[in-house]
């Protein structure tokens, strides 16, 4: 699942900027253990999926200002997921960083 927190582009001032955070991982250990280190930072919005499947739809719906992704995941090739978000006209322009062990 994924939480969706949104302001349109224009709505808000600088002050109430958050970076949109979004995790594509489908471990849950990962996913808590990167949201507890983000939790403290109020200025960050953290979201996550844990389907690759979902993850394009659920980038085009929080509107990250960066994903973090695992590489290998049950059902999905990491690269072909990172080449879907180039692919995508609305997700070209977010950066990706590729967490994997």
Known sequence: MFAVSHTEVGERDDADFKVRVLLVDDQLIIVEAVRRML???PDIEFHSVTDPLAAQAAARTVRPTVIL????MQGSDGFQLIQAYKDD???RAVPVIVLSA
Request: no cysteine; proline share 0%.
């Open 89 to 91: 006209e609305t997700l």
């Open 69 to 72: 992704q695992d590489l290998v």
């Open 39 to 41: 939790a403290g930072h």
